[in-house]
């Protein structure tokens, strides 16, 4: 399952962020790609917004991952920009962070790919001028499930 939206400024994408939020459970994983400073960080600020955290939210580009505790489940999010193997996720200790009981959100993918958990859901983030495009697709049954609800919502 796909679905598209347009966001038009940064305030759309902090909304978009906040309808992807509504539907989010533990043990999901969501990839977020897109090109420097296409909104991925904006976005995962839109999802803690909506979830209820009130604190700083700054892309984790040089810690690597930044966790979140939040009433319903603990969100883990990853900027992987700054990695050069793949197996750097292992030496970071990250894996064992895959436990079912978390959401993690994670930027720059590829960098770990082969490493990191199976998507649910990948999220692409398109610079369009001075706005952006978000395609979203389901990789996973429960990512589909996840889907039907936010697609409903661009």
Do not use: N
């Not at 533990?26 to 917004?49: F, H, I, N, Q, S």
């Not at 590829?110 to 958990?117: H, I, R």
């Amino acid at each position: 399952m796909r679905c598209s939206c347009h966001l038009a400024d940064e305030a759309a994408t902090l909304a978009f962020g906040a309808r992807l939020a509504k539907a989010l459970q533990p043990g999901m994983t969501l990839y977020l790609e897109g090109d420097l400073g296409a909104g991925k960080t904006t976005l995962v600020r839109g999802v803690l917004r909506a979830l209820g955290y009130i604190g700083r939210v700054k892309s984790p580009t040089y810690t690597l991952a930044e966790t979140y505790s939040l009433p319903a489940f603990e969100l883990y999010h990853y900027d992987l920009y700054r990695m050069h193997d793949p197996r750097e996720w292992m030496d970071a200790g990250f894996r064992d962070t895959d436990d079912g009981r978390i959401v993690s959100l994670i930027e720059w993918p590829e960098k770990a790919a082969g490493w990191l958990p199976p998507p649910d859901v990948v999220i692409h983030l398109r610079i369009d001028d001075d706005s952006r495009e978000a395609e979203c697709e389901a990789r996973s049954p429960r990512g589909t499930e996840y889907m039907e609800t936010c697609c409903t919502l661009c």
